[in-house]
């Protein structure tokens, strides 16, 4: 417990950024020295070495009064193992010296936590953006649940790497963003799996673009961010939240800002940005996330202050967190005018009309390309698995951005999330690969129980596929989903992986496949 006039100190380096703060009531001291790798990206041996040269100095800028510190937080993971370990060996350090209490901080849960403190939201739903994470977030029970993530590299660290590719400086956003406001928008590869992303062949197609560099950036930008927009409107689609927050280092950039503003005004949604200091890897957040978990009882000993060089924000008991969060607040929708991630939907008594609106927050030819392709794709597949016997709506009429389709009457899973229900799910998707279909976006709000059926919809990231991989990352959406939302997880994925298997002949190699894919969203 802290008193009045209590300090936390705090230790960030899990990278690049070597901090240090002290936190009471407020911040109250904050320094930090970053390492510059002399060409290229983070060397992790030399970035460690930068930190232990300069935790010495980094210290007694902050540490001007010894007696007033409670308790030593550091971060624990995730983050590059040689830095970790340095800024660990730090901690035990000071802790001993000191006589306090050490405190292991998660450096994902530390953004949201200062983020939070700094705007006053409350319970919102997270777009954390920085080098090597790109995660949406958002509480529910205790923890921080993870809805939608990159499949491969972060957003941070696929901007530096087309920036090494043209010998801008390190780090590459703010040269990119530079170079993007003199530039004209180029199609690129737009990689959206439901809730999780992919920035590899976007990243790979900007640099063998042959446009000058300018569009180049420009390209890069307005897709790479339009995607995390998109994952994160989602989010708050399916979870029902009104607040949406932007975290980690990426978030200094003012046209990323930009499209989650006017995403959130489109929805009624309330956005927050915290001020540029608390964006990137500081001390202050890890200073700050100590201190309430310290008030919490939140502490650890010597031997349980082992780095987590791959510790997930979901692995976290959220112990200063009692209320329970909300997901789903609004309840089912009976009727009338729904407004999901990229459409408006009108539920009649018979009939359904799906019309995709534009996204002001998205360039206008992007957005145009999007819409038409994802209405014909949408149709076609929807018409392609009836006819192999997969539940879905009957389709009535389509144009250019609407589809007109059959009510299905029934009740939307993620209110009905049984064992039962998400069997019939299970056996529902089992048909859809068997039909060399993957659907893209197997949330829970996307199938409806009506009988003993699931009938799924919304195939708007639809498409056909015979790989494995693709199969693969369909269910690691539809399990990943269903972990942030459910406090049942495995007795529900076990009964999806019985139906799916009843249904699916090739069900073993496409569930091998996604504990892989699982595996790629760790810290890399």
């Known amino acids: 417990m802290t008193h009045d006039g209590d300090l936390v100190l705090g230790l960030e380096g899990t990278a690049w950024n070597l901090s240090a703060a002290l936190f009471g009531d407020d911040l109250v001291a904050l320094h930090s020295a970053p390492y510059v790798p002399p060409k290229g990206g983070i060397h992790p041996r030399e970035a460690a070495q930068h930190h232990a040269s300069a935790m010495k100095d980094v210290v007694s800028r902050v540490l001007t009064e010894p007696e007033r510190i409670r308790a030593v937080a550091f971060s624990q993971g995730p983050g590059l193992g040689p830095s970790l370990r340095t800024v660990a060996t730090a901690a035990r350090a000071l802790s001993i010296a000191l006589g306090v209490p050490l405190v292991g901080v998660n450096h994902c849960v530390a953004h949201v936590e200062i983020g939070r403190w700094a705007t006053g939201f409350d319970d919102p739903i997270v777009l954390y953006a920085s080098g090597a994470n790109t995660q949406v977030l958002g509480y529910l029970n205790g923890r921080y649940r993870i809805f939608g993530e990159t499949l491969d590299i972060g957003l941070g660290n696929a901007l530096d790497k087309f920036a090494r590719s043209h010998d801008l400086p390190h780090p590459g956003g703010p040269a990119i963003e530079r170079l993007a406001r003199e530039g004209n928008y180029i199609e690129l590869p737009y990689t959206v799996k439901g809730m999780d992303l992919a920035f590899s062949g976007l990243v790979s197609a900007a640099q063998e673009s042959n446009a000058p560099l300018e569009d180049a950036c420009a390209g890069l930008q307005e897709t790479a961010f339009a995607m995390c927009v998109e994952v994160t409107e989602r989010a708050l689609a399916h979870a029902g939240k009104d607040e949406a927050l932007l975290v980690g280092g990426v978030g200094a950039n003012g046209r990323l800002q930009e499209m989650l503003r006017v995403m959130c005004e489109e929805r009624g949604a309330a956005f927050a940005v915290p001020e540029r200091t608390f964006l990137g890897d500081n001390g202050a957040m890890i ?36 209320e329970p969060g909300e997901v789903f607040a609004f309840g089912p929708h009976e009727g009338g005018v729904a407004c999901g991630a990229e459409a408006v939907v009108e539920i009649g008594e018979e009939s359904v009309v799906k019309r995709r609106t534009s996204k002001r927050y998205r360039y206008p030819a992007l957005d145009r390309r999007l819409i038409a392709e994802r209405t014909r794709a949408e149709a076609r597949l929807i018409a392609a698995a009836r006819r192999a016997g997969v539940p879905t709506p009957v389709i009535r009429d389509v144009t250019a951005d609407t589809i007109v ?13 049984a064992p039962e229900t998400i069997r019939l799910a299970g056996e529902a998707v089992g048909r859809l690969h068997g039909a060399g279909i993957v659907h893209g976006d197997l949330t829970t709000s996307n199938m409806i129980v009506r009988g003993d059926q699931c009938v799924l919809i919304d195939f708007g990231l639809a498409s056909t596929s015979p790989e494995i991989e693709s199969r693969g990352v369909d269910l690691h959406v539809f399990f990943q989903t269903l972990e942030s939302t459910t406090e049942n997880f495995e007795e529900l994925r076990a009964a999806f992986v019985e139906g799916y298997g009843a249904a699916f002949s090739g069900a073993g190699e496409v569930l091998t496949r996604e504990h892989e894919v699982e595996l790629r969203g760790r810290y890399l």
């Open 287 to 322: 200073a700050y996330t100590g201190k309430v978990m310290l008030e919490h009882g939140a502490t650890l000993s010597l031997e349980e202050s082992q780095i987590r060089p791959g510790y997930r924000a979901d692995e976290v008991e959220v112990v200063w967190r009692k």
């Open 405 to 417: 389709m059959e009510r299905v009457h029934g009740e939307v899973l993620k209110y009905v999330t």
